[in-house]
Nanobody, 117 residues
């Protein structure tokens, strides 16, 4: 199983970006999927999660600005990021609970998001 994250880049404060994460490989099912981020010099933190049934949860710092969604047919999930702030600068990682013969947590490789002031 591989998770491929994309969509990061450099954007001015107030701008928008959409991150995508695609899962590939021998997959039986994908349960919860999420996005985490790691700001420079800080620990990795949860940004948003969406369950297989579509329930979502967000970090307080991104509520009202970020939206997580998924396309189950494409094994893809997204993070729409609006009203970006310099403090959103981080490496963003996607992850997912994926069932093959057993259920395991998989991580993508990370994509850099830089927000300039």
């Amino acid at each position: 199983v591989q998770l491929q994250a994309s969509g990061g880049g450099l954007v001015q404060a107030g701008g928008s970006l959409r991150l995508s994460c695609v899962a590939s490989g021998n997959i039986f099912s994908i349960d919860a999927t999420g996005w985490y981020r790691q700001p420079p010099g800080k620990a990795r933190e949860l940004v948003a999660i969406i369950t297989g049934s579509g329930r979502t949860s967000y970090a307080d710092s991104v509520k009202g600005r970020f939206t997580i969604s998924r396309d189950n047919a494409k094994s893809t999930w997204y993070l729409q990021m609006n009203s970006l702030k310099p403090e959103d600068t981080a490496v963003y990682y996607c992850n997912a609970l994926i069932t093959r013969s057993t259920t395991s947590l998989y991580w993508g490789q990370g994509t850099q998001v830089t927000v300039s002031s």
